[in-house]
């Protein structure tokens, strides 16, 4: 009996021993070459070399520290990638608590970018230029607003005000000629061409890819100007949950709490509560990722209040042929920036065999825009969409590609009392894309087959009745990346298909890059095109029966000859990244308003010729480690037909400017940023003519000075999982003197503060 227990004994410690032999963990610290700070979050994919099939994964925590389940001794495979570090691939054998240390990419040039010719490249290869603002970048700025964020990292970005919707001009063109894609798909757009940039949450923005121009002729329609792709989060870990809110000041102050309390019945004290709502910014993530499959579903609800702003100063009239000066009076009233709600939840799906790999995106937007009208009536807008894809590899060197997209964008007008809506604008985009890749030898082909089909519902077409118009685009695009030589590579693209309105068009693009050392030279040429949107060529709409604005059914489509040259500059061993770029875009045909009879009638026209020049630097440089440095400069100038509107309403000059600093401890982690832009003065001519001229029939100059707005963002990392963030919107406190689509619109100075959790 007593061996017998013996032996149970020994028994029960050898299957101790071994499950303490099993569930041995090894520690990995992941930090950072050069200052020995640890590296939060680092996704590490590890698999044993002697058993291949035993693998896994794991994210280091707070402290850069990674669990490994194996034994020491143990040689194992790893990949690790850590968004702002350059991902690695190594053989280890496992040592209790030892370092492994990752090289920092300050200036995002190993990251991967897919824009500009659809295929991955790491940035600084990539032939086509493209800039890449990473989540990290996203995070230090810290704005609630993609158009925000544009303005600070592209000196050649401006945003203006259009009938209270804000636009965005880009490269010295209006809002129509930049394209704005979300995961590489259109967006539908309003009646003033333009997206809802509300619809565009930074919190679910994984990074943004800019191309300048018509360089790649992958887009079609609409890209004259540029191609703005933003790119959303997918989970990093297994399980990923991240949750934030944000508090700003309001903007101001209408109704007090004794008007809400006096108010005649509930509307109206619905209606003062709307005017001045909290502003507030709520994001819920939650993210799965396990055996090839992934999940991300996200939540967010924003509102804002409404301000009105009102001119300190009257506008000064120069009549150039006249040598005369006269200053007109303040104009009374207000201008007007609308309060909302919103609500948006998005959801993707994914999953990744050996060969194929579907990923599945929708999702749905609700937002309501509150006016200062006390009309029982206000805006509602609803988007949803949703998007398909499917990839299968034929073999190692070639894929193919189906997949479908739908956006549609709603606009009603909504009765707060009897709470119904009725729809007066409705745009929706279907695209449909086969796409076959193969690499063969030096050579990378690209074929697809394209087809976008377009409708938009008005009233505006008839008035007071809803029709609906179509157009359909079918195309084909060729598009090869040749590979010359280790230091010449060439991309060159045929763009060409059947419009339904303007029958066969056809885009080609070349681009060539060489690289000189630590320098990259790029020379592109490109020839854009822009079909006359359905509002063109159908509207007869009579705004407040003040004046009526004319389609027209004869406009023939814009073309453009668009060439780039650009010299990059990288020397990683300084954490420095210069970039000269040099452009002339010359368009034909290019369609504007013209007034007519009196100024009662405005009416869509193809002039002949406009053309834009320009020259922009940008810089990138970490010049401590604790401190980066970006800098970006414009000079734009445009010439346009004699009886065209003005091109647009950018400034000829821009400087936009970020300082960074951080502070990395074991258990905190301290970001400050300051950026902002100096917008320069901006000069028009106008013709004098309807029932407020003075002297009819002659052109005048507006001038409009140079102004700032500078920004402060400081967020604080507590631990694994806590963020506290406070900033200041606008520190100079800057408010236009004389408020119109040429000038901020921005209230003034506002403190916000924020808190974050991430699991």
């Not at 659809?118 to 704005?143: F, G, W």
């Not at 074929?447 to 377009?454: M, V």
């Not at 705004?543 to 990288?570: A, R």
């Not at 990138?620 to 445009?638: E, N, P, T, V």
Request: aromatic share 12%; hydrophobic share 35%; net charge positive.
């Amino acid at each position: 009996m007593q061996l017998t227990k013996c032996f149970f004994l020994i028994l029960i410690s050898m299957f101790l021993c071994s499950r303490g032999m099993v569930a041995q963990e090894m520690q990995l610290k992941f930090v950072q070459k050069g200052t020995q700070n640890p590296v939060q979050f680092v996704n590490v994919q590890w698999q044993t070399i002697k058993l291949p099939q035993i693998k896994g994964g794991t994210t280091a925590d707070f402290g850069g520290v990674a669990n490994i389940p194996l034994k020491e001794g143990t040689f194992i495979k790893i990949a690790t990638s850590c968004i702002g570090y350059k991902s690695a691939t190594d053989t280890i054998q496992l040592k209790s608590k030892q370092e492994i240390y990752l090289e920092e990419d300050v200036l995002n040039l190993d990251q991967v970018t897919v824009t500009g010719t659809r295929t991955p490249h790491v940035l600084k290869e990539a032939p086509v230029l493209t800039q890449l603002i990473s989540s990290k970048e996203l995070m230090n700025i810290d704005s609630e607003t993609i158009t925000d964020i544009l303005e600070v990292e592209m000196p050649g970005v401006e945003m203006a005000n259009h009938g209270g919707v804000p636009v965005l001009n880009m490269m010295g063109l209006e809002t129509q000629y930049s394209l704005v894609l979300i995961d590489g798909e259109r967006m539908a757009k309003s009646l003033q061409k333009t997206i809802d940039y509300s619809r565009i949450n930074t919190a679910n923005i994984e990074r943004i890819e800019i191309i300048r121009g018509a360089s790649s002729a992958l887009y079609g329609s609409d890209a004259m100007g540029g191609v703005i792709n933003i790119i959303t989060k997918k989970p990093s870990k297994k399980l990923d949950v991240t949750a934030s809110v944000r508090y700003q000041e309001r903007n101001s102050k209408d109704h007090t709490q004794a008007d809400i309390d006096n108010a005649d019945d509930q509307y109206a004290r619905d209606f003062y509560k709307n005017i001045d709502r909290q502003n507030l910014n709520s994001n819920v993530a939650v993210g799965y990722r396990n055996n090839g499959f992934y999940s991300n579903t996200f939540f967010n609800y924003k509102s804002t209040d409404g301000y009105q702003l009102k001119n300190k100063e009257g506008v000064k009239r120069y009549y150039k042929r006249l040598n005369k000066e006269v200053q007109m009076p303040i104009q009374t009233g207000a201008t007007s920036v609308n309060g909302f709600e919103d609500f948006t939840v998005s959801q993707k799906l994914g999953y990744q065999k050996e060969k194929w790999s579907v990923d599945l995106k929708g999702s749905l937007y609700n937002h309501d825009e509150f006016d200062f009208s006390n009309d029982a009536t206000h805006k509602f807008y609803r988007s949803y969409n949703y998007t398909g894809r499917g990839k299968y590899n034929l073999d190692t060197n070639s894929s193919l590609e189906l997949s479908h997209s739908s956006d549609i964008y709603q606009r009603f007008n909504f009765d707060e009392k009897k709470k119904t809506k009725n729809k007066t604008h409705s745009n929706a985009y279907n695209t449909s894309k086969l796409i076959y890749n193969r690499k063969a030898g030096r050579h990378t082909l690209l074929f697809e087959l394209e087809n976008q089909y377009q409708t938009l519902e008005t009233d505006k077409f008839v008035t007071g009745q809803l029709r609906e118009k179509s157009t359909n685009d079918a195309v084909a695009v060729l598009q090869d990346e040749f590979i010359w030589t280790d230091k010449l590579a060439f991309v060159a693209g045929l763009r060409a298909g059947y419009h339904s309105t303007f029958d066969f068009h056809m885009s080609p693009s070349l681009t060539a890059k060489y690289d000189i050392n630590k320098f990259n030279l790029r020379v592109s040429y490109a020839r854009g095109f822009r079909s006359p949107d359905l509002k063109e060529l159908y509207m007869n709409w009579s705004h407040l029966g003040m004046f009526q604005i004319l389609g027209n059914k004869n406009l023939k489509p814009e073309t453009n000859n668009y060439y780039s040259f650009s010299v990059d500059f990288i020397d990683a061993a300084h954490n420095l990244n210069a970039t000269i770029i040099t452009s002339y875009n010359d368009v034909k045909d290019k369609i504007d308003g013209v007034w007519s009879n009196n100024e009662t009638e405005y009416r869509y026209l193809n002039f002949n010729r406009a053309r834009i020049f320009s020259i922009e630097t940008l810089l990138k440089w970490q010049f401590h480690r604790s401190f980066k440095l970006k800098a970006g400069y414009i000079f734009l100038s445009s010439t346009k037909s004699t009886d065209a509107q003005d091109l647009s309403s950018m400034s000829p000059m821009s400087f936009s400017g970020q300082l960074e600093y951080r502070f990395i401890r074991p258990n905190y982690r301290l970001t400050a940023n300051i950026s902002g832009k100096i917008t320069g003065r901006k000069e028009f001519d106008v013709l004098d003519s309807g029932s407020n001229a003075i002297h009819d029939g002659e052109y005048y100059k507006v001038k409009y000075p140079t102004y700032s707005i500078w920004n402060i963002a400081v967020n604080q990392y507590f631990g694994k999982h806590i963020k506290v963030g406070a900033g200041i919107k606008n520190i100079l406190d800057y408010r236009a003197p004389i408020v119109t689509f040429n000038t901020s619109n921005t209230p003034g100075r506002k403190i916000y503060v924020s808190l974050g959790f991430q699991l």
